[in-house]
Structure formats: structure tokens, C-alpha cells
């Protein structure tokens, strides 16, 4: 299932991408850095507090 549908015509630039197999633990341990540099801060640790009182 396409993530988006758009519609192909002529001579339409495409880039694919093979994974393989196990290409998904790939990506995520390669973006993992990045997601504890957004997500793991101690100044966000207010919001979650203020969550927890909802």
C-alpha cells in the first residue's frame, strides 16, 4: 500500500531504495542518536510531569 498517491507521468524522476531483510533495525539504530538528542533533555521533563497530572 502507497504511502501517498500521486500520479507518475513521463519521464518523472524516481529514487529507490533496497533494504534488506533486516533494513528496518538498521534505520532505527541509525536515527537513534538523533531521536535522544530531541527527546532525551531534561528541560522537556515538564511536559511530562504536566501530563501525568491530567
Known amino acids: ?3 501517498e ?3 507518475v507521468t513521463e519521464r518523472i524522476k524516481v ?3 533496497l ?3 533486516d533494513g528496518a533495525s538498521c534505520w532505527s539504530a541509525a ?3 538523533s ?3 530531541v527527546w532525551g533533555n531534561a528541560e522537556d521533563d515538564v511536559y511530562d510531569e504536566l501530563h501525568q497530572q491530567l
Do not use: F, K
Request: hydrophobic letters at 45%; aromatic letters at 0%; a negative charge.
Open 1 to 3: 500500500m502507497p504511502l
Open 5 to 7: 498517491n500521486i500520479e
Open 15 to 17: 529514487l529507490v531504495t
Open 19 to 21: 533494504l534488506p531483510d
Open 31 to 33: 536515527s537513534q542518536s
Open 35 to 37: 531521536a535522544d538528542a
